[in-house]
């Protein structure tokens, strides 16, 4: 049957297909939605992990059991994942174990760009990239079968526009895998320097027998046209070298790592001229030249962004296009701004009022750090806030510490927050914490956390109290607010920065977006009221707007949240009309 995939889709697809038991993942763009479509599948035990540790901790586990296990996340999720991943490449595996690694070229929703290729090779585990949302699937399945017989893991390789783009896919049955017969085995699995020395040995025989693998493998092709010219590429750059080069010679590689040396040396050859097209670092380019090949490609290609099959014509081929210039002159900016009726908003515009150094994390409140507010002074990674701001703290002494705040979102808090909490209190810290609390993991899309009380598959669950868990790390002092209670919130903030203790900080009100959020209706402004002074686009809602002579509500965006209310010294928001309309009919 063909069905019409995204990327991530099909690759759930996969691991439905190839008998796949447990997933685990913890969202993150462009991956998110591989674990939510697993957990479509009724006979697969799918979770969203606390984060990518410990969901990889608990695939290996599933493994080890002998069950197919996958395990998906987003390119930096892989640094938090590598402790286990390293190790795992020792022990081995029983049932198979896949990772989903989806890297993110120009940073479209990420604070870095990272090429993951260069964790396989670290890590000593192959890994293979698909090129489309069919081989997606295909890929997936291979490498369980892959994973089994080499006795290791295995990573597919995605990146936003493999993972997000759709094309047609021929779906299969799901095989009948019958789990592994599970026995201890201290010098396999117990991986203490004794038993590691060993298990090093095997995995350099595994790369040997990995790398006469790579040579036969049927992800790796090429396709021959003209001679003239041959291209080496992989994963979406394949599609745009197909685009710019058109009938000439291809090495594909679906498999990157290890890389089928014979193979090239082979298509090389028998090429005029060689070019290595690949998004990001020069990975295969200079495994390929380290063994004397001479190939073009980052001397004109960039190692930054995406490329596009124009950007190869241009820089390789010497072909421009025309551009448009007062077509592209004339396309506005838009830049991410949180959504109306957000709670994080009147968050940002307390913090900045205060004046305060805020040390920001990865979430939707990391938009504070636009205009207008401009509230947030940096953002590292995951749960780094309450971290830096110690030792802001440590360096610069206690009276920093009473102008400095940490911000990170409840599921960036059971993350990797609940760690730099307890340091704060260990170490004698004075950081004031806030935790800006919407009741869903709002970034990716909506995922429940341990703080929501649901599991993926919408199952209701223990609910981490944020609460009860920062009084049990050691904080005396934490408080509640309404982030649209302007007033009482600042008073609460200036409260505990002021105080000579940790404190915590919870800025409590769920997220506009989800389902259950209702609003009053949009407002409008009364023209003999307003005095034109511009206090209530301090908030920075994207449904007011400023008109030059007069500041408009945009009723299409407004969900009357009343924020506006609240900072307005003139009471010139009303209830639209429309919005009476519609109280009218619901009543």
Not at 124 to 146: G, H, N, R, T
């Amino acid at each position: 049957m063909k069905r019409l995939m995204s990327g991530n889709e099909a690759a759930a697809r996969g691991a439905y297909e190839a008998g796949v038991t447990v997933a685990a993942a913890y969202p993150g763009t462009p991956s998110t939605e591989i674990t939510e479509s697993i957990a479509k599948y009724n006979n697969i035990y799918a979770e969203w992990s606390p984060n990518e540790k410990v969901a990889l901790e608990v695939a290996i586990g599933a493994a080890f059991a002998g069950a197919r296990a996958i395990c998906a996340m987003k390119h930096v999720g892989l640094n938090v994942a590598a402790d286990p991943l390293f190790t795992v490449s020792y022990t081995g595996i029983n049932g198979g174990l896949v990772l989903m690694i989806a890297d993110d070229p120009g940073m479209h929703s990420s604070q870095n760009e990272q090429d993951s290729r260069h964790y396989a090779r670290a890590a000593k585990v192959p890994m293979l990239e698909p090129s489309d949302s069919q081989e997606c699937l295909d890929y997936v399945k291979q490498a369980f079968e892959i994973s089994e017989s080499f006795d290791c893991p295995v990573i597919v390789r995605l990146s936003t526009r493999i993972s997000h783009s759709q094309s047609a896919v021929e779906t299969g049955e799901r095989v009948d895998y019958q789990l592994k017969y599970y026995t201890k085995d201290i010098n396999k699995y117990v991986m203490m320097p004794a038993m590691a020395r060993r298990r090093h040995v095997e995995v350099e025989k595994r790369m040997l027998a990995l790398q006469e693998y790579a040579e036969t493998a049927n992800l790796n092709t090429i396709e021959w046209g003209s001679k003239k010219i041959g291209v080496i590429t992989s994963g979406i750059a394949y599609q745009y070298a197909k685009e710019a080069f058109g009938d000439v010679s291809y090495l594909k590689i679906g498999m990157v790592y290890p890389l089928p040396e014979q193979l090239i040396a082979r298509f090389a050859s028998e090429v005029e001229t060689l070019y290595v097209v690949e998004e990001l670092e020069p990975f295969l380019e200079n495994e390929i030249k380290k063994n004397g090949i001479k190939v073009i490609g980052k001397e004109f290609l960039p190692v930054i962004g995406e490329l596009t099959a124009q950007l190869i014509k241009e820089k390789l081929l010497g072909v421009k296009q025309e551009v448009n210039e007062p077509l592209m002159e004339n396309i506005p900016l838009r830049p991410p701004v949180m959504c109306p009726g957000c709670p994080h908003r009147g968050l940002h515009y307390v913090l900045s009022k205060l004046k305060l150094n805020v040390i920001g994390d990865i979430g939707c409140y990391t938009l504070g750090a636009q205009p207008p507010t401009e509230s947030l002074n940096s953002v590292i990674c995951m749960g780094a806030s309450i971290g830096n701001a110690l030792g802001m703290e440590k360096a610069r002494g206690a009276e920093f510490a009473k102008k400095t705040v940490a911000i990170l979102g409840d599921s960036t808090f059971i993350h990797s927050g609940i760690t730099g909490l307890i340091d704060v209190v260990y170490n004698k810290g004075n950081s004031t914490v806030i935790i800006p609390d919407n009741s869903t993991t709002g970034m990716t899309g909506h995922q429940d956390n341990p703080t929501t009380g649901l599991t993926i598959k919408g199952e209701v669950t223990r609910q981490v109290d944020l609460v009860k868990l920062a009084r049990a790390i050691g904080v005396d002092r934490v408080r509640v607010a309404d982030p649209f209670d302007i007033q009482e919130l600042k008073k609460i903030v200036k409260e505990e920065i002021a105080s000579p203790e940790p404190s915590v900080i919870i800025s409590q009100r769920p997220c506009a977006l989800l389902k259950n959020v209702k609003h009053a209706g949009a407002l409008k402004i009364d023209m003999e009221k307003c005095k034109k002074c511009r206090k209530c686009l301090a908030i920075g809602c994207p449904a007011l707007a400023d008109k030059g002579d007069f500041i408009e509500v945009n009723e299409a965006l407004c969900v009357g949240c009343r924020l506006c209310t609240k900072v307005c010294s003139f009471n010139a928001f009303e209830t639209s009309d429309s919005a009476e309309k519609a109280g009218a009919l619901n009543g």
